[in-house]
């Protein structure tokens, strides 16, 4: 079973930053893709960025201000907000693909998320 951990949610100011962490553990054999995604109260979930290798996508609302990153060793991605928005404020989840054996199929995994609040 695979289990992914966000961590560094929080209440910050307009303006301000916070990153983001989430941690992959069980069994693994390699992490194909990361995702970090956000629902805001009243709203369907939205991507908000993506790495697969060392590429990188990210929503137009995000462009310039949040960055993806991974560590492929700790099995962490992580995400650096800059000037955030009250825009911003959502529940952000963590999502991967995670492959578990060799030559087996990739499974995708949510984690329970954190909350990032941003007042104006």
């Known amino acids: 079973q695979v289990q992914l951990v966000e961590s560094g949610g929080g209440l910050v100011q307009a303006g301000g930053s916070l990153k983001l962490s989430c941690a992959a553990s069980g069994s693994i054999f390699s992490i194909d893709a990361w995702g970090w995604y956000r629902q805001a109260p009243g709203k369907q979930r939205e991507l908000v960025a993506t790495i697969t290798g060392g590429s990188t996508r990210y929503a137009d609302s995000v462009k310039g201000r949040l960055t993806i990153s991974r560590d492929n060793a700790k099995k962490t991605v992580y995400l650096q907000m800059n000037s955030l928005k009250p825009e911003d404020t959502a529940v952000y989840y963590c999502?991967?693909?995670?492959?578990?054996?060799?030559?087996?199929?990739?499974?995708?995994?949510w984690g329970q998320g954190t909350q990032v609040t941003v007042s104006s």
């Open positions: 999502n991967a693909d995670v492959r578990t054996g060799w030559g087996i199929r990739t499974d995708n995994y």
